[in-house]
């Protein structure tokens, strides 16, 4: 399961990495009690025809270290929420929960992008920012549970307000939420540039999303390149904080923003290296497009899952 600020995905996995079979729905994210019943109806709907043993959840939030509780979601109603008691109780089945950056950095190191790499750190774009490091085959959780949530990095301060309660955050200006309101409010500016977009959404500027805006690019328009480009820009900005900090061998970009491939991630790489710490005196890490797509996050979570209960990681 991968659970987000605007879908849960899930999949039956094979031990491999293969995904048998796939599910999205939307993630109601008015209550926990919302959140839970879609997860039991999702996975009760999936081991219909196969034999499931373990259920890993990949949850947008701080999750402790005991893999357990949800402590806080800035996108969902979760505060210090037992999910795996809660879950498990349900199902009857074996669960673990694991912060959603977390488990797509695991599928890129053990089946994608990242396969057979040391050092590896992940962010991934989707309503927000998450991240995740994964060293010498193991994951870095931190002292509670709760690192790599590189997106609640303040960028600009008393910048933009973020979910979490601060102002400035790096997924204010790099997260897929920053990209919809963006174009939105070039939309409501009714300037002439934003006519594509406009024409997209048949007018209703409700319905701009990030996949909006990448498909407006893919096609050319102007505008939405722009409105990449600045994205690329900040990520890129992003990168560089994270690089200084952790010196990776490899940066992995994933999530659903990511999506736009090249036209987000040649403005980062820019960026990147022009923000660089001791650019030019050091080894460069490449940023790299993640492999699994939209599947990370759930590959990752059975894969742990999986781990966990054979008594590995």
């Keep these: 399961m991968d ?3 605007t879908h849960v995905k899930a999949g039956v996995v094979a031990p491999d990495g293969a995904v048998l079979q796939r599910l999205s ?13 879609a997860i039991v109806e999702v996975v009760s709907r999936l081991r219909q025809n196969y034999r499931v043993r373990s259920v ?6 701080f999750v402790d270290r005991d893999r357990a509780k949800v402590v806080f979601s800035p996108h969902l109603a979760w505060r210090h929420e037992p999910l795996r008691e809660r879950v498990q109780s349900r199902l009857g089945l074996h669960v673990v929960v694991e912060n959603d950056a977390n488990a797509a950095a695991w599928a890129e ?16 774009l989707g309503t927000g920012i998450g991240g995740a490091v994964v060293s010498e085959g193991r994951l870095q959780r931190g002292r509670y549970g709760m690192a790599g949530e590189f997106g609640h990095m303040m960028l600009v301060p008393k910048g933009q307000l973020c979910a ?12 897929g939420s920053a990209l919809i309101r963006s174009a939105r409010e070039l939309a409501e500016s009714n300037s002439p540039v934003a006519s594509a977009l406009l024409s997209a959404v048949g007018g209703d500027i409700g319905l701009i999303t990030g996949q909006t805006v990448s498909e407006c690019a893919a096609e050319g328009d102007s505008a939405s390149i722009e409105l990449l480009h600045e994205m690329g820009g900040w990520l890129g900005i992003g990168l560089a904080n994270v690089a200084a900090a952790l010196d990776p061998a490899v940066l992995v970009v994933g999530g659903g923003v990511s999506a736009a491939g090249e036209m987000l991630l040649s403005p980062a790489r820019e960026a990147f290296h022009r923000q660089l710490t001791g650019r030019g005196f050091r080894p460069a890490p490449p940023l790299l497009l993640a492999r699994l797509g939209n599947d990370a996050g759930f590959i990752g979570a059975a894969d742990l899952a999986r781990l966990d209960l054979s008594g590995g990681r």
């Design 56 to 61: 890993g959840i990949g949850a947008a939030g």
């Design 25 to 37: 729905v939307p993630t109601p994210t008015r209550s926990p009690e919302a959140t839970e019943e």
């Design 3 to 5: 659970i987000g600020g």
């Design 164 to 175: 979490c309660g601060n102002r400035g955050c790096w997924e204010q200006y790099a997260g």
């Design 109 to 124: 190191s053990r089946f994608g992008a990242a396969r057979g790499v040391s050092s590896v750190v992940m962010v991934t």
